[in-house]
């Protein structure tokens, strides 16, 4: 017997969570949100959640402005206790970059952003951790920090709940459901669950479902890497969140006295994968690799304590931005996918703006007409005018 509901969200990720938790408060009917294993267990669980406002476009500086907020304040905006920590974003570049840094900068402050250039000394004061070299250069973003990933998703899905959104794990979405142009359900291993509306929130799995529409996603599920490490007891004070395109690697304070770090090189997109068939574990030739550009920035951190690392997914567009828009051809059918990495720190606003654009016919807060799925086959894609790296 089929199971019957006004709003199907598939994905139990922090964008899923979110869209859930915003539709539900605007009750639309009922609304079920599927998850094929458990919540956050793709791409978001093991998200460095890092909460920045550093990008190079108006619109997503926007998002990301308006998604901080949110997290500032969680407990009321949301539910649940305080996820978000403070730290300050440092971005270090090369000097042959400062043009562009200095134009990414101008861009944010004109926005709002608390952001400036910083020179080595006043680095050291923000966090005697690091060392600049004479050849770099750096801003320091006052506002940025990271949230507890795990805890956002659950909040936003114990939240969705209260509103009396249905959420059910275990539930694996097969095959998306048509007939004469408009969604009718899905096909799962617990047979067949009938809507008017569906939500495609499904991260890297994104274009294997959207295949048994015969439509074309451009999101390629591809492998990124985590490197942890545990400070020395020397190290002095917990320090900032990094975007250090010089040594192309992001990194972060974590629990207790750790590290999280990352690539900013981009490479993921060389390393596409089957999102259910990957490898879960760190290489083991990169792990001293970044070991060894942490300590450039860190220097007593070539003294830190390996602690492994694991391989995560990204769900890859080819401009490396989401989409955010309709399924062409097909009425009620939706999709938030493709955040390339940026997922965490946009997912409040892309909840509401995908509620706005499902319930209303059009997100309002902010235009989402860049996000469109279109703009792949019109070669107008979003332009990410760094000449320093990749970062939305």
């Not at 909040?155 to 007939?179: C, N, P, Q, W």
């Not at 304590?305 to 990204?314: D, M, Q, V």
């Not at 509401?352 to 894609?381: C, W």
């Amino acid at each position: 017997m089929a199971t019957t509901t006004d709003v199907l969200v598939v994905g139990g990720g922090v964008i899923g969570c979110s869209i859930a938790f915003h539709l539900a408060r605007r009750r639309v009917g009922r609304v079920v949100l599927l998850e094929k294993a458990y919540l956050g267990a793709g791409s978001s669980g093991k998200s460095g959640a890092i909460i920045r406002q550093h990008y190079s476009n108006a619109l997503t500086v926007a998002m990301a402005r308006k998604s901080l907020a949110v997290f500032e304040h969680f407990p009321d905006a949301v539910g649940g206790p305080p996820v978000f920590t403070r730290t300050g974003m440092a971005i270090v570049v090369n000097e042959r970059d400062r043009a562009g840094l200095e134009g990414n900068l101008e861009l944010q402050r004109g926005l709002g952003v608390d952001v400036r250039l910083v020179t080595a000394q006043e680095l050291t004061e923000i966090d005697p951790n690091a060392h600049l070299g004479e050849d770099e250069l750096a801003a320091f973003e006052s506002e940025a920090g990271y949230v507890e990933s795990v805890q956002v998703v659950a909040s936003y899905a114990d939240s969705a709940r209260r509103a009396r959104a249905d959420v059910r794990l275990g539930v694996e979405v097969k095959a998306i459901l048509t007939d004469k142009g408009r969604i009718t359900g899905v096909e799962t291993n617990e047979g067949t669950y009938e809507c008017g509306t569906l939500v495609l929130a499904t991260g890297p799995w994104a274009a294997q479902l959207a295949r048994t529409l015969k439509l074309n996603l451009p999101v390629q599920a591809c492998r990124t890497q985590v490197a942890l490490f545990r400070r020395p007891p020397d190290c002095g004070r917990r320090g900032v969140v990094y975007g250090d395109f010089v040594q192309g690697i992001y990194f972060k304070p974590t629990h207790g006295e750790m590290i999280h770090a990352g690539s900013l090189a981009g490479e993921e997109v060389n390393d596409p994968v089957d999102p259910d068939h990957y490898n879960e574990a760190a290489d083991g030739p990169w792990l001293p690799q970044v070991r060894q550009r942490l300590g450039r920035r860190y220097p007593a951190m070539h003294r830190g304590y390996g602690r492994g690392g694991f391989g995560a997914l990204y769900g890859i567009t080819p401009d490396w931005h989401p989409i955010l828009d309709r399924l062409p051809g097909l009425e009620g059918a939706y999709c938030a996918v493709g955040f390339s990495g940026h997922g965490f720190k946009l997912s409040p606003i892309v909840g509401q703006l995908m509620t706005e654009l499902i319930v209303d016919g059009k997100a309002s807060v902010l235009d989402i007409a860049p996000l469109r799925l279109s703009r792949f086959d019109e070669n107008d894609l979003v332009k990410t005018p760094y000449s320093y790296g990749v970062m939305g």
